[in-house]
T-cell receptor, first 118, second 112 residues
Framework: GAGVSQSPSNKVTEKGKDVELRCDPI?????LYWYRQSLGQGLEFLIY????????KSGLPSDRFSAERTGGSVSTLTIQRTQQEDSAVYLC????????????????FGPGTRLLVL | KNQVEQSPQSLIILEGKNCTLQ??????????LRWYKQDTGRGPVSLTI?????NTKSNGRYTATLDADTKQSSLHITASQLSDSASYIC???????????FGQGTELSVKP
C-alpha cells in the first residue's frame, strides 16, 4: 500500500480481555515502531524493530505487552489482561532504517488504533 | 536525562497571522531533530528534519531553525491557515540509530 496501515481502527474491549493490534508497514521499510498516545499526552515509545536485529523493548510498560514482527513486515502488538489505563491510541510507524542518514530515518505513521478498555 | 520541552503548550491565533513554536532539548549526543504535524485523529506527519550542521530548513509556509549550541529549535508558520490547526511535535534523536525523544507537542488552533 501507499502508507502504513493499522487495524482495527477502533477497538472496545472489557477489562481483562486480550487484544491484538496489527500494523502493515510501508513495503521495503526495515524499521518499525510502536507508540502509545494517551488523551492529551505526547507519544510514548513502546517497541522498535530493525531488520533481523533483536527488538528494542525498552518502552513496553509491563509484561502484559508484547509485539512480534513476522517476516520483517507485518507486526502485531498484543496486550494481555487489558486494564482501563491501557486505553489510548496505539500508533505504528515505519522508516527505511537508520543506515541511510537522517532523511531515511523519517518515520511514516499509520492512522492508529483507538483502544478503549471498559 | 534526555528531554525535549516544547512551548507553548497551546496557542490560538487568527487566520493569516504568523506564529513561532519553541523546542528546547537536553538530548546528548545529538543526531537530528524533526518537527511533526499531527492532525486530530491522525498519525503524525513529518515536516522537517535537521542535523546539527543545519540552521534553517523550510517546507512551504513552515520554517524550522536549529541552534545546536543552545539546543533550541523553533518552527515558524507564516500566513497561517485553518488547516494548520494541529499538534506540532518536536522529536530529537540521540546518536544515529539511537532513541527518539518526543516532546509533548504544542496544540495550535487557527481561528477564522
Amino acid at each position: 500500500g501507499a502508507g502504513v496501515s493499522q487495524s482495527p481502527s477502533n477497538k472496545v474491549t472489557e477489562k481483562g480481555k486480550d487484544v491484538e493490534l496489527r500494523c502493515d508497514p510501508i513495503s521495503g521499510h526495515t524499521a518499525l515502531y510502536w507508540y502509545r498516545q494517551s488523551l492529551g499526552q505526547g507519544l510514548e515509545f513502546l517497541i522498535y524493530f530493525q531488520g533481523n536485529s533483536a527488538p528494542d523493548k525498552s518502552g513496553l510498560p509491563s509484561d502484559r505487552f508484547s509485539a512480534e514482527r513476522t517476516g520483517g513486515s507485518v507486526s502485531t502488538l498484543t496486550i494481555q489482561r487489558t486494564q482501563q489505563e491501557d486505553s489510548a491510541v496505539y500508533l505504528c510507524a515505519s522508516s527505511l532504517g537508520p543506515s541511510g542518514g537522517a532523511a531515511q530515518e523519517t518515520q511514516y505513521f499509520g492512522p492508529g488504533t483507538r483502544l478503549l478498555v471498559l | 536525562k534526555n528531554q525535549v520541552e516544547q512551548s507553548p503548550q497551546s496557542l490560538i491565533i487568527l487566520e493569516g497571522k504568523n506564529c513561532t513554536l519553541q523546542c528546547n532539548y537536553t538530548v546528548s549526543p545529538f543526531s537530528n531533530l524533526r518537527w511533526y504535524k499531527q492532525d486530530t485523529g491522525r498519525g503524525p506527519v513529518s515536516l522537517t528534519i535537521m542535523t546539527f550542521s543545519e540552521n534553517t530548513k523550510s517546507n512551504g509556509r513552515y520554517t524550522a531553525t536549529l541552534d545546536a549550541d543552545t539546543k533550541q529549535s523553533s518552527l515558524h508558520i507564516t500566513a497561517s491557515q485553518l488547516s494548520d490547526s494541529a499538534s506540532y511535535i518536536c522529536v530529537v534523536r540521540a546518536n544515529q540509530g539511537g532513541k527518539l525523544i518526543f516532546g509533548q507537542g504544542t496544540e495550535l488552533s487557527v481561528k477564522p
